[in-house]
């Protein structure tokens, strides 16, 4: 019963916050596996991303800022957006704007859940601790993959330099939004609270507004109002 009780808790979060940001796509809902699979993707990644954490932490030392930047925050987000890019990216599924977001999340929410399994398994973590993991560490992943996936579903129906420009901030702005997180986790241990709730609040409060921003967008949205007209 222990060891159910663990490994609800530890999946939870990660598939109630992927439900949610699947039923958020207004106008036309990708195909349930193709979710799953990208979130299948986010779960192999977990073992790349710990040997190549492991052999980064060997090279560059423990540095806090740098283990931050380059070794959490580095390596998690540029696999996951190399996963997006070459395997969704040019998917004859991803054919609006939300689709970015909603996929990018997959991806993130699939490796945060592993996280969060492999932490629950072996810290035995109680009910406050993995509640805190659910709002903080888990939804905080999901949040990067909203800002990658919402950038890259700009990317997706742009040409040329804008595309480069957007694919650019895809990759840049999740990595200095999680090596942010990161460095208020390891620098201020005591008082990490008091930052990383309002980081949260903003993530959230800019998250939100991009996936109105990435619907509103949609092309689906204008057929859907046509047949709203004709009918």
């Known amino acids: 019963m222990l060891v159910f009780s663990v490994i609800a808790s530890a999946l939870a979060p990660g598939l109630a916050l992927l439900t949610y940001f699947y039923l958020k796509d207004r106008y036309d809902q990708e195909p349930l596996h193709m979710v799953i699979k990208v979130f299948m993707l986010g779960v192999l990644i977990v073992f790349p991303v710990m040997i190549l954490q492991r052999g980064m932490m ?7 800022v740098v283990n931050s930047l380059f070794v959490s925050a580095g ?3 540029f696999l996951k957006w190399f996963v997006m890019y070459h395997i969704i990216f040019n998917h004859t599924e991803f054919d609006e704007p939300y689709d970015g977001i909603l996929y990018a999340v997959a991806i993130s929410l699939g490796f945060a859940t592993v996280e969060n399994l492999i932490y629950s398994w072996y810290s035995q973590a109680a009910f406050g601790p993995m509640l805190l993991r659910a709002l903080l560490p888990v939804s905080g992943h999901a949040m990067f993959g909203v800002i990658m996936g919402y950038y890259m579903g700009h990317a997706r129906f742009t040409e040329g330099k804008r595309r480069r420009f957007f694919l650019a901030l895809s990759l840049m702005l999740p990595w200095m939004w999680h090596g942010l997180y990161d460095v208020i986790l390891n620098l201020f241990t005591h008082t ?12 959230w409060y800019g998250g939100m507004g991009k996936i109105t921003r990435a619907n509103n967008r949609s092309p689906f949205r204008l057929i859907q109002r046509e047949e709203e007209v004709n009918t």
């Open 58 to 64: 060997l090279w560059l030392g423990d540095n806090p």
């Open 75 to 77: 390596v998690e987000e």
């Open 192 to 203: 990490w609270l008091w930052f990383i709730v309002p980081l949260m609040v903003l993530l």
